[in-house]
DNA sequence: ATCGCTGCAAAACATTTGCAGTTTG
DNA sequence: CAAACTGCAAATGTTTTGCAGCGAT
């Protein structure tokens, strides 16, 4: 637990919304001027992975394409973030409003099921 | 339409799941050797922009920290991808099952919900 | 003393852009 | 022919990595 930990750890407490690791940078700066972006990544990371806190998505790396036309889902693996297709039928969920709090007006919705693919739940088993 | 837009078009109504820009270059490259990636990522820009296909994640660009913890889901804006925070409740939905299709084990559900903040319906109005 | 952590600089990716030359309608 | 499009190479932006030195336990 060293000092620049300690502060990034306090600074991200206190902000909102859902900044970048460069906007958290920015802020932790201030405060410890001498710190580098690359420490800041390796404690967002630390932090991610102690769940401490969480990616906001887990499929930011380089876009991807959808290529299924039909109405559906996607579950994600959050081991191999893998991204599989379910049926939005066999989800079987959804709420129908078109406006949300905020005057937001909807579109569609896109859910996506954070969990283990089985391959993974079966590595699991090994650990 | 040029031979490059059209061959590019036909390999990825062919291709499954989520491929990125990589992927398709890679595949369309058999067919068009003398294809750059420059004008991949150009067309499937265009085929996004036009409807044809869409993009799994509006925000992909960059990684961004969750901070609030609590139970929410994200409103996303289509033209400036802004996100902004929905309670659980305040959406309103939610079965719980915990097994889907596949043996996929559910650990939580994420709801984009995709739209229009009111900014750009605001901007909208003008054109 | 040991191990982990920092800061720096370079490397590795992912994506975009400028531009000259080519193709399309 | 004009406008749009391609391929290339360079630029940009984001994240990771290697490593030498510093700091925490």
Redesign the pocket.
């Known amino acids: 637990?060293?000092?620049?930990?300690q502060v990034?750890f306090e600074v991200m407490q206190k902000m909102h919304g859902h900044p970048?690791?460069?906007e958290v940078y920015e802020i932790v700066r201030k405060k410890?001027p001498?710190?580098?972006?690359?420490?800041?990544?390796?404690?967002?990371?630390?932090f991610v992975d102690c769940g401490i806190f969480r990616e906001v998505s887990l499929h930011?790396?380089?876009?991807r394409i959808e290529l299924n036309a039909r109405p559906h889902h996607h579950m994600v693996c959050s081991e191999c973030k893998t991204i599989s297709d379910i049926d939005e039928q066999a989800l079987g969920l959804m709420p129908a409003r078109k406006k949300l709090p905020g005057g937001f007006l909807v579109e569609r919705y896109s859910v996506d099921v954070i969990g283990l693919c089985p391959k993974c739940q079966a590595k699991g088993l090994v650990h």
Chains 1, 2 share one sequence.
């Open positions: 637990m060293t000092h620049q930990r990034l970048s690791p460069e410890v001498s710190i580098s972006l690359a420490t800041v990544y390796k404690n967002i990371h630390l930011h790396g380089t876009q």
